[in-house]
């Protein structure tokens, strides 16, 4: 009955200490995290995490896998940071950087759903799932901690709002700097028909 008892406890505190870990900690040690990150196998379609960007995988030896996706139009790099916790309990950290064409004042939204993908990407690699392209939509990665980057609707709103009113300041310099720089030349003849002779027929 004691050692029931035991054993239950054990089982039970197991339970919790897996409960009270992060969601970007995983029962893993660096090297296995490290490999399994490292041998990622990345689509490149309509559903992959990098859409249609064709996808180099890197590392530095143990603690950071690079995950380098390029297109026409877009270059995205996502950079995961391994840190050791405990022997057989790893923390992953996962920065984005780069961007695509014509991004501009939604650059952070898309920044964003980048980030998402990669993160469900290692969620499922180090859990030996496959990858969930609806679960890259952001369920997996709202429960991990931001990275800083607004994302928002309201923050893309209100960047393009800035890009306007400077572009129109911008617009407005310009026009008074040219009006400024616009020097009337007079002229030295007056009219130059007055007091001419008439022409011999």
């Not at 490999?35 to 030896?61: E, V």
């Not at 139009?73 to 923390?91: D, F, N, S, V």
């Not at 014509?102 to 759903?113: L, V």
């Not at 997996?140 to 990275?147: F, H, Q």
Request: with cysteine.
């Amino acid at each position: 009955m004691k050692r029931a008892g035991l054993i239950l406890g054990a089982a039970l505190a197991s339970l919790l200490a897996g409960c009270a870990a992060e969601p970007d900690e995983f029962p893993l040690s660096r090297k296995q995290a490290y490999d399994k990150l490292l041998s990622a196998r990345i689509a490149s379609s309509g559903d992959g995490p990098f859409f249609r960007l064709r996808t180099t995988i890197t590392g530095n030896g143990g603690s950071e896998v690079t995950y380098d996706a390029l297109g026409d139009m877009a270059h995205r790099i996502c950079h995961m940071h391994l840190t050791e916790l405990e022997p057989q309990l790893t923390k992953v950290k996962v920065t984005c950087e780069g961007g695509g064409a014509g991004e501009g004042a939604a650059a952070g939204m898309a920044h964003n759903m980048i980030r998402n993908r990669v993160i469900e990407l290692v969620d499922a690699t180090l859990k030996d799932r496959p990858f969930n392209p609806e679960l890259a939509g952001g369920a997996t990665a709202s429960r991990w901690p931001s990275d800083g980057v607004d994302g928002s609707f309201a923050g893309a709103a209100g960047k393009a709002l800035k890009q306007d009113a400077e572009m129109h300041r911008d617009i407005a310099e310009a026009e008074q700097a040219a009006n400024e720089a616009q020097v009337e030349v007079p002229s030295d003849y007056g009219d130059s028909g007055a007091g001419s002779e008439p022409l011999p027929e």
